[in-house]
């Protein structure tokens, strides 16, 4: 079983900085991508940022530029830094992986359980 578990989240003002960060804990073999996606009250969850297992990485343009994504495969971890943050950024974010259990096994997603992000003066 894999737990991720999101920290970081909170309420900032407008044009200010937030670190994300979700650790991943639990039985796997590896970890494929790894990456944030956000939901807004009365909106679909969507893609923020992703970062495979190499390091690339793929950002939603509402916030190229302003958040990146970067991850310490030593400690399971990825972090989703946010600068120039804007209120339409606020959002509940979510930490998601692909794990498998064991070499030549399927990968599967796991969520974590979300941090809340309100950006408001």
């Known amino acids: 079983q894999v737990q991720l578990v999101e920290s970081g989240g909170g309420l900032v003002q407008p044009g200010g900085s937030l670190r994300l960060s979700c650790a991943a804990s639990?039985?796997?073999?590896?970890?494929?991508?790894m990456g944030w996606y956000r939901q807004a009250p009365g909106k679909q969850r969507e893609l923020v940022a992703t970062?495979?297992?190499?390091?690339?990485?793929k950002y939603a343009d509402s916030v190229k530029g302003r958040f990146t994504i970067s991850r310490d495969n030593a400690k399971n971890t990825v972090y989703l830094e946010m600068s120039s943050l804007k209120p339409e950024d606020t959002a509940v974010y979510y930490c998601n992986g692909a794990f498998r259990s064991r070499y030549s096994a399927p990968y599967y997603e796991y969520w974590g359980q979300g941090t809340q992000v309100t950006v408001s003066s």
């Open positions: 970062i495979n297992s190499g390091g690339s990485t």
């Open positions: 639990g039985t796997f073999f590896s970890i494929d991508a």
